[in-house]
């Protein structure tokens, strides 16, 4: 059997695009032909993160719906109400990045399981993910308490695992061109390639043999 072809998901666990393409990339991550790595950006942490004030809420909630026409990825009114609603937080994604890197360190095999989580608790329920708390209890939910414990008082492993990680992806958008995500990077060595993002949102026989052309 041919080894897994190893594919960099670029992505921010704020970004609705990323939700919108949630649903084929878990088909891709289940396939034993591929090998996705979870590549957290940064891309709405620290100088990325912004004020939820009433422009920026419209914009999203806008730019959600285009994103469900095209996916189906359900936004829900709890999302926009108390979500987008909500001018006393942050539009910041580096809450979720910590936990992910977290569950990276601790559960690596849970993971993807825990972006959908968290990509739920957020647009489906309503709760806001940015929250340390709401992240934590999500984590419990999932059965990784030592996990939500470790989210709740970072140690210095995991902060210099998350500055890391950042600063990996970022180096990957840099060298491939990315101004955005999600993007998915395919490949080894000097042949890895980009694959543009739309592949994300047409079928998953498409995306494959993109995939295993590039």
């Known amino acids: 059997m041919s080894a897994p ?7 921010d666990p704020l ?3 990323c939700y919108g393409a949630a649903a084929l990339l878990e088909q891709l991550v289940a ?4 090998a996705v790595e979870l590549a957290p950006t940064g891309l709405f942490a620290g100088e990325g993160a912004r004020p939820m004030d009433d422009g920026f809420a419209a914009y999203a909630w806008s730019n959600d719906q285009r994103i469900s026409r095209l996916s189906g990825q359900p936004f829900s009114e709890a999302y926009r109400r108390d979500v987008l609603g909500d001018r006393t937080r ?8 910590l936990a992910l890197t977290a569950v990276a360190l601790m559960a690596p095999d849970r993971e993807f399981a825990a972006l959908k989580a968290f990509q739920l608790v957020r647009y489906v329920e309503g709760r806001d993910s940015t929250d340390i708390s709401v992240l934590s209890d999500v984590l419990r939910t999932m059965n ?3 996990v939500a414990a470790r989210l709740a008082s970072p ?4 902060i210099i695992a998350y500055r890391a990680r950042l600063e990996a992806a970022r180096a990957e958008m840099r060298r491939f061109g990315v101004n955005g995500v999600p993007a998915l990077i395919v490949g080894t060595g000097h042949d890895r390639r980009l694959m543009q993002a739309s592949a994300l949102f047409g079928s998953l026989d498409v995306l494959v043999d ?5």
């Open 90 to 97: 942050l539009f910041d994604s580096g809450p979720t990045t």
């Open 15 to 17: 970004c609705g695009w």
């Open 31 to 34: 396939r034993p032909d591929f």
């Open 155 to 158: 140690d210095t492993a995991l």
């Open 210 to 214: 993109g995939l295993k052309a590039a």
């Open 144 to 146: 990784l308490p030592e």
């Open 5 to 11: 072809i190893p594919i960099t998901y670029l992505f």
